[in-house]
Structures are given as structure tokens and as C-alpha cells.
């Protein structure tokens, strides 16, 4: 049976990707899980590997091309298998292109329709599917049957009851008000009834988009948001002569959004100045936090990066954000064009670049860290996970090597090769060891 190869979906946002190169020609053999051809999304360019084993038989999506996500970029055919044109334009065009694989013959289809009701009004339905909508909290009322006669079947409840898991997962956004009426962005996702919550805060000048690799790997399982601090992103960004910037401010805004969504008490990821903040709420309100995952964090040393200083003193241009995300990245295939264009944009927005500014003066001088939380690790009652990257020019990695041995045992990775943004270089690493780590959690 020949594949389908989709275009793949990184992360809860992700609608489509530009495929940028291809590791193989048609008539060229394939090996499952070898990289297939690379793709690049708003945030990163990453290789697409075989789904499975066989001859590349067709190349659907050229070099430049940009694809929806699960839409199809190629065919491979199975070893000894012989695909006519002819076979190759059904597949394409069937409605199982969008499983990844396809099955030549034609298969029949039942159409969906009101249920039927008896003379009382109640709906026609199995007991199978009556009993089955009681244990899933399914109204029979809102299942459209595809049984004989308009009788609702135990496949349409169970569908009626994933389109409403996955409708409650579903990622949504969020405008939460805070005392002084400015209004701070969140995308939330994930089951409702987790758990397990997790907050994500990016780094300075940045935004929640900077965790679009990686909250796909986190939404099934958990309850999340991602949150763009004030003065960025999608936040409010009021006049910095009134606003308070400080990382206490941060962190006060923060609590307040925690508590708005109903997040309490969270695992708080933060990257860089996010981190900071996460360290500030959690010794300020240890009530609102759960644990702290630290990713290259700020406030955990004195150095902080001169040429980080020189990008967001200057005026914004397009020249100072790529040379901001060459500072950022150690591989230079993340340094998109789209992300330029997109850092620039950021810093345009009306309140940005005052409040970036702003933000940057109260936690950083020319002398290092204003913030520095070594001496306070010790008063945190949650459990810490600090990953890094190794070459990392922003915050030395040394910091996190400071900050382990001032918590005694927690949970230190390191990934190798890495820059100061894992969570987009290294997006499955990052994923995993914070899994592995929540995994490891004791119970609440």
C-alpha cells in the first residue's frame, strides 16, 4: 500500500509550511525515519523524515512550495510496488489523503442526519449507543445518526463525544484584565480538566509565539498557556512613564492571569526574562506556582550579554533584528526571514519599543543583572527543572550550573550545541525532558 506524505503540524498554531529542500528524488529509495526533505515554519526550519520504506514515487510539493498542514507533499510506494499515474491521481485526490495512507479500492459512506424521534420525542437510538451516551456525557439530542432510519448508532456517539474533547482542547485566546484595566494576551489550549497546569513565559522582546514548537507537545496531556508579558506581543503596552516594568510588576500581572484562568497553582515555564519573572512569582506567592521550569533564565548570575544591550538600546531595523537573532541562535538555519521581519514588525507597534526598553533598563545595566535570585533558591518550596543551552551568549550556561548546586538536587539539562532559545533549536529535547521531569512529579 503506497504512503502519503503530509505536510506535518509543529505546534498548536501551525497552519501551513514552505518546503525548502528534499534529501531525495523521485525513483529514489526511502528509508523509514531517514529525513525526507526540510520544511520551514514561522519559527524554524526542521527536517521531515520517511514515514515509511519504499521508492519515492512522486514528489507533490516542489522546492518553494507551501503546503497546509496535513496536506500531501509526496507519495513513497511500497518495495515491489507498481503505482500507474492513473492510480497516483486517485490516491491524491481521495478523502483519506488527510491519514497518511490510502487504500486504492473505493470504500461507501453512510451520510449524517437529524435523528429520528418516536411519537413521545424521544430519540432514535441503540441501546448500545444509549448506554454509551450516558457514560460519555453525550446529549442524544446533539448526535447526528447515520443508522438505518435516522437511528443514532454507538459510532456516532462516540464521534459526537471526540469533536467535543477535541472543541474543548482546541487553542483560544484570551484578553485578561488587570487592576489597573491594561490587558494582558493569552493562548490557551489543553483539556479543562486537567490536572496538571502549565504557564509559559517567553523572554525579552519577545512573545508567546516563541513557544509555538513546543506547546503541540504539551496540550493533549495538560492544561496550558502561553502568555505575552506587558509591553509585548499582543499585551497591552501602556505609557512607560505610568507602567511598571520591573520584574516585580511582571510578576504581579502574571498572578493576576494565573488566577483569572483558573491556573492556580501552575507549573510556570520561563525562558530568559520569563524565567526571572517565574522566580519573582513563586517567592512572592508560592501559593500560584506548582514547580518552575527555568530555561536559560535570567536572574540566576550577574552576567548578562553587552551585545544584547547594544540590539535593544538601538533603534529598531530590520539589521538590528537579524543581528539580535544571530546573538539568540547558534544555528544560523533559524535566522528566517520571516523572523526578521517579524521581530521588526514587533518592535513597531505602537508602546513596543518604549516598553521593551523600559523592561530592559529595570532588569539589566552595562554592570550585569539588577535581579540576581542565587542567595534565595533556597526559599523556594516547589520542585526546579533548569535546562540550557550549552552555548548559549546571551546568559552563560555557567548560570545554571550556579543554580543546581544553590538547589542542591534538582533536575539540570544541558543540551548540547544549543543557543539561547532550546525551545525553538532544539524543540523535541526541550519536550521530552520536560515531560520526563513531569512525569517524575509527586502527585498533588
Sequence with gaps: MPTIVTMPKWGLTMTSGT???????????????????????????????????????????????????????????????D???????????????ATGKADLAPRASRESQVAARDASGRVHASPAARKLAGELGVDLASVEATGPGGRITS??????????????????????????GNKVFALVAGPEDATQKLVFLHGLGGSQSTWANVLGGFAENYRIAAIDLPGHGASDKPDVETADYSLTGLANALGTVIEALDMAPAIVVGHSLGGATALQLALDRPKLVRGLVLVDSAGLGREISSDL?????????????RLLLELFFQDGRFILERGVDEMYSARL???????????????????????VFIDRLGDLEVPVLIAWGELDRVIPARHALAAAEALGAPWLEIFEGVGHVPQVENAPALISVVNRWLSALPSS
Design 19 to 81: 518546503v525548502t529542500g528534499w534529501s531525495r528524488q523521485e525513483g529514489d529509495p526511502v528509508t523509514e525515519g531517514a529525513p525526507l526533505l526540510t520544511v520551514e515554519t514561522e519559527k524554524a526550519v526542521d527536517d521531515v523524515e520517511a514515514p515509511a520504506s519504499g521508492i519515492l514515487r512522486k514528489i507533490v510539493a516542489e522546492i518553494g512550495s507551501e503546503v497546509p498542514v496535513t496536506g500531501p507533499v509526496a507519495v513513497i510506494a511500497a518495495p515491489g510496488e
Design 83 to 97: 503505482l500507474s499515474d492513473e492510480q497516483l491521481a486517485v490516491l491524491l485526490a481521495s478523502s483519506s489523503v
Design 155 to 180: 459510532e456516532d456517539v462516540e464521534r459526537t463525544a471526540a469533536a467535543a474533547t477535541a472543541a474543548s482542547m482546541a487553542p483560544r485566546t484570551e484578553m485578561i484584565e488587570l487592576e489597573n
Design 309 to 321: 544591550l547594544d540590539r535593544i538600546e538601538s533603534e529598531p531595523s530590520r539589521e538590528e533584528a
Design 349 to 371: 507597534a505602537p508602546g513596543a519599543d518604549a516598553a521593551v526598553k523600559a523592561v530592559a533598563a529595570s532588569a539589566f545595566t552595562r554592570q550585569g543583572q539588577q535581579t
